[in-house]
């Protein structure tokens, strides 16, 4: 079993920064890819960016390339999601995702946090 906390959302001025950290716990975290989502109300979850086990590959949406980075440590059992140049529409809840096939299909992952609040003012 796998278990995912969120930390570091929070309210930020358009322009600004944020760091989300997940943190994880079970014997084949270091194994699982890693993906962000994030939910905005009213609106479907939608991807962010993922991660391989390995930390080799990422991918992310286009809504947020070049703007966001999404790094991980397997001894720490931590995936973090670097976010700058926030923009109002990246208001929501994010949530963060393990599974062993990964990607940017929710489905295809198994373990979530409970998700974490970003709210950028403009």
């Known amino acids: 079993q796998v278990q995912l906390v969120e930390s570091g959302g929070g309210s930020v001025q358009a322009g600004g920064s944020l760091r989300l950290s997940c943190a994880g716990s079970?014997?084949?975290?270091?194994?699982?890819?890693m993906g962000w989502f994030r939910q905005a109300p009213g609106k479907v979850r939608e991807f962010v960016g993922c991660i391989s086990w390995s930390g080799a590959n990422t991918d992310y949406a286009d809504s947020v390339k070049s703007r966001f980075t999404i790094s991980r440590d397997n001894a720490k059992k931590t995936v973090s999601l670097q976010m700058n140049s926030l923009k109002p529409e990246d208001t929501a809840v994010y949530y963060c995702a393990a599974g062993r096939i990964g990607g940017s299909s929710d489905s295809r992952y198994d373990y979530w946090g409970q998700g974490t609040q970003v709210t950028v003012s403009s």
């Open positions: 079970g014997r084949t975290y270091s194994l699982l890819e």
